[in-house]
């Protein structure tokens, strides 16, 4: 400070005013500081974007490649018919498409209804022993390797009866798909804030009204939401099938046989020697994408409009 | 101005503690039918305990207990007959943000009758109605029941909630710091209600503007600390305090 105005007071000739004032080398300091500071900002967010961009490659990698081999699989006969090997192109894989979506069923018939009761107990007493309890093991199950899953259920529900079934896969996926549900439930639910719950106990609420008519249904699209992705996640498992529902190169519709599936499907055909099949593989992994995809789709519909309800005139 | 006979409160020796934290120590205070009761005093002196015990709200934090009585006319709140949520429809609660549920503007009145087995129809628009006009809401939301409940403003929701509590048809009307979120226009409209209510339910009302006290209330309750220092008409306890700390605390040398 001193220094520019110093000359000024002391009278300096002009020319050196000139130089010392705004102009002079303390901002051009500062100017040197800016541009410096401007250079680091960029480099910054060049690496940034270089990172996401390397981040996003294999992704679009795999789905262009998916959509290029996938594609040529696609035709009718590929959602109609039973693998052949007879034929050039292979056949269809009708049967693993229908067995993945039994599968599916069975598991969220089965999963979907005990993770959703158990995130809702989470949520609304978490500080018993249940739910300490429970909660941990949600986690570690969560964290367990899928084919460890596998080899469970083919301890509890295939060893006992003697054969592989849909009904042990379906139950497998289960297992992977309660605790995923569970957490997410318990994370939308305890959103729900307090003061819901308290108006609804104040006006003479019973508690399990409260909880089902409030929490859980100003949470339902969020749990939805959660449902579906944890769908859309078993819904590609494969190690969990691998001896549970086993596989089936015709077509089963019966839950007590073993049931083909999309993901073993993939596995079995993309490592055989026969073009027909490997181009099989490809198609099946194309619509085991667009499946995930259009779950994601509808699970990020849900979460909008659960946005929108929440924010709506606040 | 009818005056209601039922709605009568009374504390006998009322202590509460949150875990090993005393929040009320031996409060004994009655409140009469149909009055207004101003509850003040500095932050965390327990005047939303005292207010929570009232309906028994008290009891949804884990690890609280209480000593002493709560007798609502001549029935002890606590009784093992007494059936909670009953008690809660009898004494209805307005919280100091607003918290209309997500849903229409009639149904959120028209949960308290429902839940009385009102069934849809002329009976229940006609509840839903009358609450509505009691919390002077209704000639703003009589042409869009069906609206959103979020979608009105701050203060409206507050009438609503109130609408909502009485539609229960409660003889005692709890509210803690009901107009402390909203801005002035809203707050003269929640004290001009609160004023018309008097003598048809018993208020007991929460509010650290002691203006708003003398204007809604007939009598008030000075707490500091937990206790109860002094209680009395609202105009002589503002005008000529008994107590030393309740002279202190209205005329802002502390809290
Ligand atoms: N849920 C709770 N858990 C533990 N302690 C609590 C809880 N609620 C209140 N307390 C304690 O009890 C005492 C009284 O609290 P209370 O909320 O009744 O005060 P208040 O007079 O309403 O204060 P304010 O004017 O800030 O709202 C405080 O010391 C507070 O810390
Ligand atoms: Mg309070």
Redesign the pocket.
Known sequence: MSSIVSPTVLGAPSGRRERRVPGGHELANASRTAQRRQRTDRLATLLIWSGAALALLPLALIIGLLLVRGSAALSVAFFTELPDLSLPSGGGIANAIAGSALLVGIASLMGLPIGIAAGLHLATHPHTRLSRISRYLSDVLNGVPSIVIGVFAWEVFVRPVGHFSAWAGGLALAVLLVPLVARTTETVVSLVPVELTEAALALGFPRWRTSLQVVLRTALPGIVTGALVAVARIAGETAPLLFTAFGNAFWSMSPDEPIAALPLTIYAYAGSPYEGWQTLAWGGALVLLLLVAGLSVVARLATRRQLSRVGAGR | MIVTTAGALRFTDFSVW??A?Q?LHTVTIAIEPGIALALI??????????LRACNRMTEL?PGTRHTGTVHLDDGEIHAREVDVRALRQRVGMVFQQSNPLPRSIFENVAYGPRLNGVPDGSELTDRVTEALRRAAIWDEVADRLDDPALALSGGQQQRLCIARALANDPEVLLL??PASALDPGATQRIEELLYDLRGSVTIVI?T?NLQQAARVSDRTAF?YD?RLVEVGETSALFTRPREAQTEAFITGRFG
């Open positions: 949150y875990g934290r929040a005093g500095p932050s965390g002196c327990g005047k939303s305990t005292l934090v803690d710091e929460v650290h707490l937990g």
